[in-house]
Protein backbone atom coordinates (compact mmCIF):
# COMPACT_ATOMS: atom_id res chain seq x y z
CA UNK A 1 0.00 0.00 0.00
CA UNK A 2 1.35 3.00 -1.19
CA UNK A 3 1.99 5.74 1.75
CA UNK A 4 2.81 9.29 1.60
CA UNK A 5 3.32 11.29 4.84
CA UNK A 6 4.18 14.92 4.51
CA UNK A 7 5.55 17.28 7.87
CA UNK A 8 7.88 19.96 8.13
CA UNK A 9 5.45 22.69 7.38
CA UNK A 10 4.55 25.53 9.87
CA UNK A 11 4.57 29.51 10.26
CA UNK A 12 8.19 31.55 9.23
CA UNK A 13 8.46 35.45 8.22
CA UNK A 14 9.33 36.04 4.75
CA UNK A 15 12.53 35.73 3.92
CA UNK A 16 12.69 32.36 6.11
CA UNK A 17 13.07 29.00 5.15
CA UNK A 18 11.52 25.80 5.52
CA UNK A 19 12.59 21.83 4.87
CA UNK A 20 9.53 19.87 4.01
CA UNK A 21 9.85 15.94 4.20
CA UNK A 22 7.15 13.29 2.55
CA UNK A 23 8.35 9.99 4.20
CA UNK A 24 7.51 7.05 1.80
CA UNK A 25 6.37 3.38 2.03
CA UNK A 26 5.06 0.75 0.18
CA UNK A 27 6.47 0.99 -3.50
CA UNK A 28 10.18 0.86 -5.04
CA UNK A 29 11.55 4.33 -3.85
CA UNK A 30 14.71 3.97 -6.58
CA UNK A 31 13.98 5.58 -9.57
CA UNK A 32 10.84 6.57 -8.80
CA UNK A 33 8.85 10.05 -9.97
CA UNK A 34 8.01 12.26 -7.01
CA UNK A 35 5.97 15.77 -7.07
CA UNK A 36 5.69 18.59 -5.07
CA UNK A 37 3.00 20.51 -5.60
CA UNK A 38 0.70 23.69 -3.53
CA UNK A 39 -2.77 24.84 -3.06
CA UNK A 40 -3.06 27.76 -1.71
CA UNK A 41 -7.55 28.80 -0.87
CA UNK A 42 -9.13 29.49 -3.87
CA UNK A 43 -6.36 28.85 -6.38
CA UNK A 44 -5.52 25.92 -8.26
CA UNK A 45 -3.60 23.64 -7.65
CA UNK A 46 0.13 24.27 -8.86
CA UNK A 47 3.19 21.95 -9.67
CA UNK A 48 6.05 23.19 -7.77
CA UNK A 49 8.76 20.72 -8.77
CA UNK A 50 9.02 16.88 -9.25
CA UNK A 51 12.19 14.39 -8.73
CA UNK A 52 13.09 11.47 -10.25
CA UNK A 53 14.69 9.51 -7.02
CA UNK A 54 18.29 8.56 -7.32
CA UNK A 55 18.74 10.78 -10.33
CA UNK A 56 17.87 14.33 -9.51
CA UNK A 57 15.14 17.20 -9.83
CA UNK A 58 13.14 17.08 -13.38
CA UNK A 59 11.09 20.13 -13.06
CA UNK A 60 10.80 23.83 -10.99
CA UNK A 61 7.95 25.60 -11.68
CA UNK A 62 9.32 29.70 -12.30
CA UNK A 63 7.94 31.39 -9.04
CA UNK A 64 10.06 28.77 -7.08
CA UNK A 65 13.33 28.38 -9.08
CA UNK A 66 16.51 28.98 -7.74
CA UNK A 67 14.67 29.32 -3.67
CA UNK A 68 12.95 25.74 -3.53
CA UNK A 69 15.20 22.56 -4.04
CA UNK A 70 13.89 18.91 -4.01
CA UNK A 71 16.66 16.20 -2.52
CA UNK A 72 16.54 12.93 -1.01
CA UNK A 73 18.29 11.50 1.55
CA UNK A 74 20.32 8.42 0.91
CA UNK A 75 19.37 5.34 2.23
CA UNK A 76 15.91 6.46 3.23
CA UNK A 77 13.06 6.41 1.95
CA UNK A 78 12.52 10.19 2.07
CA UNK A 79 12.16 13.25 -0.29
CA UNK A 80 12.37 16.80 0.55
CA UNK A 81 11.76 20.13 -0.34
CA UNK A 82 14.22 22.50 0.83
CA UNK A 83 12.75 26.38 1.06
CA UNK A 84 14.22 29.48 1.00
CA UNK A 85 13.84 32.92 0.44
CA UNK A 86 9.97 32.38 0.78
CA UNK A 87 7.49 35.02 0.41
CA UNK A 88 4.04 34.92 1.66
CA UNK A 89 2.92 34.02 -1.66
CA UNK A 90 4.17 31.06 -0.85
CA UNK A 91 1.49 30.07 1.72
CA UNK A 92 -0.19 27.05 0.40
CA UNK A 93 -1.37 23.52 1.86
CA UNK A 94 2.24 21.53 0.55
CA UNK A 95 1.72 17.67 -1.14
CA UNK A 96 3.96 15.30 -1.95
CA UNK A 97 3.02 12.21 -4.86
CA UNK A 98 4.31 9.89 -6.88
CA UNK A 99 4.03 7.60 -9.78
CA UNK A 100 6.26 4.49 -9.41
CA UNK A 101 5.62 3.94 -13.05
CA UNK A 102 7.06 6.50 -14.58
CA UNK A 103 9.88 6.97 -16.32
CA UNK A 104 12.76 9.57 -15.63
CA UNK A 105 11.96 10.75 -19.31
CA UNK A 106 8.59 11.49 -18.10
CA UNK A 107 8.67 12.46 -15.04
CA UNK A 108 9.11 16.12 -15.54
CA UNK A 109 5.85 16.90 -17.16
CA UNK A 110 3.77 14.42 -15.42
CA UNK A 111 0.51 16.62 -13.61
CA UNK A 112 -1.73 14.07 -12.81
CA UNK A 113 -0.36 11.57 -9.87
CA UNK A 114 -2.35 8.75 -8.93
CA UNK A 115 -1.07 8.66 -5.39
CA UNK A 116 -0.47 12.06 -3.05
CA UNK A 117 0.07 12.49 0.65
CA UNK A 118 -2.14 14.41 3.56
CA UNK A 119 -0.13 17.48 3.15
CA UNK A 120 1.60 19.92 5.01
CA UNK A 121 0.82 23.53 5.52
CA UNK A 122 2.64 26.45 5.15
CA UNK A 123 1.98 30.08 6.02
CA UNK A 124 4.59 32.72 5.05
CA UNK A 125 3.91 36.41 6.96
CA UNK A 126 5.35 39.48 6.34
Known amino acids: QVQLVESGGGSVQAGGSLRLSCVTS????????MGWFRQAPGKEREKVAT????????YYADSVRGRFAATQENGKKVIYLQMNSLKPEDTAMYYC???????????????????WGQGTQVTVFS
Open 51 to 58: YYTNRGAT
Open 26 to 33: GFRFGGTC
Open 97 to 115: ATDPNLLWIECRDIDEFPY
